[in-house]
């Protein structure tokens, strides 16, 4: 069964900093493509990030120069590391990978840029 697990949110004044962290299980990790969305409330669920299972990434525009995608082969991670956050920023974070036709997605860690 495939599950993910997120970590690492909190709560951070504008300009700080946070990394999140989704722990991965159930699937062969480095054959993915592993993804991050965020989730505000009364708004849709947004694409982030994705790092390809090569380790080729893309970034929303929102987040480029600011946010980065990685991932660790050996402990079936994938991080997302948040720089200058801003109160836009502000959402639930949540990870995603599609294995065999379907979605699965974590519970998600909430992000608060406040000052």
């Known amino acids: 069964q495939v599950h993910l697990v997120e970590s690492g949110g909190g709560l951070v004044q504008p300009g700080g900093s946070l990394r999140l962290s989704c722990a991965a299980s159930g699937i062969n990790f480095r054959l993915y493509a592993m993804h991050w969305y965020r989730q505000a409330p009364g708004s849709q669920r947004d694409f982030v990030a994705t790092i390809s299972s090569t380790g080729d990434t893309t970034l929303a525009d929102s987040v480029k120069g600011r946010f980065t995608i990685s991932r660790n082969y050996v402990r079936n991670t994938v991080h997302l590391q948040m720089n200058n956050l801003q109160p836009e920023d502000t959402a639930r974070y949540y990870c995603?990978?599609?294995?065999?036709?379907?979605?699965?997605w974590g519970r998600g860690t909430q992000v608060t840029v406040s000052s």
């Open positions: 995603h990978v599609q294995f065999r036709g379907n979605d699965f």
